[in-house]
């Protein structure tokens, strides 16, 4: 099984912040990762796929990278709607969640 | 494009439920679907996946043998049989779609997602 392993767990910054949050993967899966965003009682939002390929209608702040075994997500100026949990997901070889990064306000 | 869960509750522990989704606003034979999970309190994770023809069915291996997967193509509606529940089940279920549109068996992300129904098992 393929383990994926997010970096923070907990992230605190303020509005206007670049923010960057990484994931690695216990293996490679070449660029079939995704980032989600996830707000309290929500269902999780695709923002990210194929690593680096916005989903369509989410704002352009939101940026991906990385491929093989390390990846990130940033936001390159923090919004306040963008405090929430991010998770990362491969698609490699079955599906794989990471544990979840809160962005809290500082 | 909408996905809606419905069958949560409340059940003790060693019986059963099953979970609905109901699909609209697009094409439900040509997509593959998933439901993945979340325990309270806790992160994502991907519980089972059937294909677009329901021909390929997959399970994380924590609800394996206990868990069916299936759709219901005149009903537009994805299921989610649970057999033998236990309290590390309690959780919001999701059902997602997945983005794959090849009508082929790939592994892909999920891009729909519903809003959840909530199981709670508690004796």
């Known amino acids: 099984d393929i383990q994926m392993t997010q970096s923070p767990s907990t992230l605190s910054a303020s509005v206007g912040d670049r923010v960057t949050i990484t994931c690695r993967a216990s293996?490679?899966?070449?660029?079939?990762l995704a980032w989600y965003q996830q707000k309290p009682g929500k269902a999780p939002k695709l923002l990210i796929y194929?690593?680096?390929s916005l989903e369509s209608g989410v704002p352009s702040r939101f940026s991906g990278g990385g491929s093989g075994t390390e990846f990130t997500l940033t936001i390159s100026s923090l919004q306040p709607d963008d405090f929430a949990t991010y998770y990362c997901?491969?698609?490699?070889?079955?599906?794989?969640f990471g544990q979840g990064t809160k962005v809290e306000i500082k | 494009v909408q996905l809606v869960e419905s069958g949560g509750g409340v059940v003790q522990p060693g019986r059963s439920l099953r979970l609905s989704c109901a699909a609209s606003?697009?094409?439900?034979?040509?997509?593959?679907f998933h439901w993945v999970r979340q325990a309270p309190g806790k992160g994502l994770e991907w519980v089972a996946v059937?294909?677009?023809?329901?021909?390929?069915?997959y399970y994380a291996g924590s609800v394996k043998g206990r868990f069916t997967i299936s759709r219901d193509t005149s009903k537009n509606t994805l299921y989610l049989r649970m057999n033998s529940l236990r309290t590390e089940d309690a959780a919001v279920y999701y059902c997602?779609?997945?983005?794959?549109?090849?009508?082929?068996?790939?592994?892909?992300?999920?891009?729909?997602w519903g809003k959840g129904t909530t199981v709670t098992v508690s004796s």
């Open positions: 997602a779609r997945d983005a794959d549109t090849t009508m082929a068996w790939n592994y892909c992300y999920m891009d729909v």
């Open positions: 606003g697009f094409t439900f034979n040509n997509y593959t």
């Open positions: 997901q491969q698609y490699n070889s079955y599906w794989t």
């Open positions: 293996q490679s899966i070449n660029t079939w």
């Open positions: 194929k690593a680096s």
């Open positions: 059937i294909s677009y023809d329901g021909a390929n069915k």
